[in-house]
């Protein structure tokens, strides 16, 4: 499995990128928020990737990602019914992942329906589909050095969005605990969090 590349810009096509990693020019597709955040062809960039093998066509495609974060929530919504890989990068094009983690925890269907193509029958199933995923997975330990306090608001909202991206409950709780400060609201927990990953 190839988890990262790490290599020079060489081309961009549309939503096509290539990475010359060691003399091998590797093509992946990513979202147009991964396409602002590489910078100009030939500079040095190093995306997260994931390798998609499609057995019905046959077809293998590589899709990049800026940043962990974006790669998780990625793998989060082609665990949806209906929901394919380009569907995908096609979300994450449109929505910051702060803003669809946002609008995950929050049962927010309205952003999500406004990607082109989507609907709000396709963005209510993401919801649904991923916060049963996030219920299922989440496991948390309930030390006294782990456990927040139920009315600290910020930070459990904080930890519902991190939830919706893939982490557990246990290191979403850790993660947050870490970084706040007095007088953080959630977008700043998240934020801080989010650049840690």
């Known amino acids: ?4 590349i790490n290599g020079t810009l060489e081309d961009i096509d549309e939503n096509v990128i290539t990475i010359n990693c060691g003399g091998v020019g590797y093509e992946l597709f990513v979202s147009q928020t991964t396409l602002s955040n590489l910078g100009e062809i030939g500079s040095n960039v190093k995306v997260w990737t994931y390798l998609n093998l499609d057995m019905r066509d046959g077809e293998v495609s590589l899709f990049g990602f ?3 974060a974006e790669k998780k929530m990625f793998l989060n919504l082609t665990s949806v019914s209906g929901i394919g890989p380009k569907t995908a990068v096609s979300i994450l094009g449109t929505i910051s992942v702060y803003d669809l983690a946002s609008a995950i925890a929050s049962g927010n269907a309205n952003i999500i329906a406004k ?3 989507l609907g709000k ?3 209510e199933r993401i919801i649904l589909e991923l916060r049963e995923k996030m219920e299922n997975s989440s496991e ?3 030390s006294s050095q782990q456990t927040l306090d139920a ?3 910020e930070q459990e909202y904080a930890i519902n969005v991190l939830l919706s991206l893939g982490l557990n409950r246990f290191d979403a709780t850790k993660r947050v ?3 706040t400060n007095a007088g953080d609201k959630a977008e700043d927990i998240i934020q801080k969090v989010l650049r840690q990953m």
């Open 66 to 68: 800026s940043s962990k």
């Open 1 to 4: 499995m190839i988890g990262t």
């Open 177 to 179: 605990r870490e970084v």
């Open 151 to 153: 009315n600290d608001s």
């Open 115 to 117: 990607v082109k193509g």
């Open 121 to 123: 029958k396709s963005a």
């Open 140 to 142: 948390f330990h309930k």
